[in-house]
Nanobody, 124 residues
């Protein structure tokens, strides 16, 4: 069993930055692809970014491309999401997820592990 705990959310002004962290415990996630998702009020959950097991391949939603960076430190069993140039539209609860595949392209995220989420609020 894997437990994921997100941290680093908060309130920031538009144009600012935040760095989210997702710490895994229970067992190593170093062989699993990891992803960040978000859900804004009244909207469906959407994928933000994903990284394969080694960190060598990443994928981003068009809305965050060039502003967000996903990375991982397998030695620390932790995944990060660096968010720069934040916009009010980025306001959401951000969730970390681990799937049971090493490559995000093969992920069935709903069958993986999920954290409880961290709130990110961007003021205009």
């Amino acid at each position: 069993q894997v437990q994921l705990v997100e941290s680093g959310g908060g309130l920031v002004q538009a144009g600012g930055s935040l760095r989210l962290s997702c710490a895994a415990s229970g067992r190593s996630v170093s062989m699993y692809a990891m992803g960040w998702f978000r859900q804004a009020p009244g909207k469906e959950r959407e994928s933000v970014a994903a990284v394969n097991w080694s960190g060598g391949s990443t994928h981003y939603a068009d809305s965050v491309k060039g502003r967000f960076t996903i990375s991982r430190d397998n030695a620390k069993n932790t995944v990060y999401l660096q968010m720069n140039s934040l916009k009010p539209d980025d306001t959401a609860v951000y969730y970390c997820a681990s799937c049971l595949s090493s490559a995000y392209i093969s992920c069935e995220w709903t069958g993986g592990y999920w954290g409880q989420g961290t709130q990110v609020t961007v003021s205009s």
